[in-house]
Each structure stands twice: as C-alpha cells, then as structure tokens.
C-alpha cells in the first residue's frame, strides 16, 4: 500500500532529481562559454579586432587590441541566446551561440552592427 508520505518522499526526490539535472545543463554551457571568442567589428571608421574573454559566473573582459582598450563585462546565456553587456562604453553583444561561433549584433549607443565571433 502506498501512502501519502511515499507520495510525498516521490515527489521531493523527483524534484531534487530535475533540479540536479537543470543545475548541471547550465553549468555545461556556462562552462562551454567560458573561453576567447575573437572576431572583427567592420566599423565606419575601420575594422576593430575584437577579443571577448569569458570566465567563470558570467564575468570576463571586451579587449579591442586596435584601440589599446580592456574594460570588464557581464554575460548571460539561455538557450543558445547569449547577451554580453559593457556597462562602462554602453554596449551590448547579443548573439546566437552555434557550437564554437557566435553570431550577432554589437550594439552600441543606439547603433548595431553585425559581429560574428569564434572561439579560440
């Protein structure tokens, strides 16, 4: 005979099972992000070389080796939806993660360009 705290022990088991499971999926594709991402922003005023350094807990740096310039950055994922946002030059990456390449656009102060990126 099954009684209600059986049901209930299920229950809380299968929750703890789905949970593991969702924690260790995010976990993987934190740790697939994780890494260089290089590719080249065709600006108007010229190609900029651009490095995103993505590090553990959604934190890196946006490095533009043509502009001597570093400044940190936050990232998110879901799906294969990825947003990188630079707070302290107002911009934002959103792009579209397909295996070791990211396709999407810089966005910044109001003007977005193409920029596709891939992992080194």
């Given at each position: 005979m099954i009684t209600y705290g059986d049901i209930l022990t299920f229950r809380n088991r299968f929750f703890a099972l789905g949970f593991l499971l969702l924690s260790l999926a995010c976990y993987a594709h934190s740790q697939a992000l994780q890494g260089d991402w290089q590719g080249t922003l065709s600006a108007p005023n010229g190609n900029l070389p651009t490095v995103f350094h993505l590090g553990a807990g959604?934190?890196?740096?946006?490095?533009?080796?043509?502009?001597?310039?570093?400044?940190?950055?936050?990232?998110?994922?879901?799906?294969?939806?990825?947003?990188?946002?630079?707070?302290?030059?107002?911009?934002?990456?959103?792009?579209?993660?397909?295996?070791?390449?990211?396709?999407?656009?810089?966005?910044?102060?109001?003007?977005?360009?193409?920029?596709?990126?891939?992992?080194h």
């Open positions: 959604g934190s890196g740096t946006i490095e533009s080796t043509a502009q001597h310039f570093t400044a940190p950055l936050q990232y998110s994922s879901k799906g294969s939806q990825v947003t990188i946002t630079v707070p302290s030059i107002n911009g934002t990456y959103a792009a579209t993660v397909n295996g070791n390449q990211m396709t999407g656009t810089w966005t910044q102060n109001g003007q977005g360009l193409p920029l596709t990126v891939t992992k």
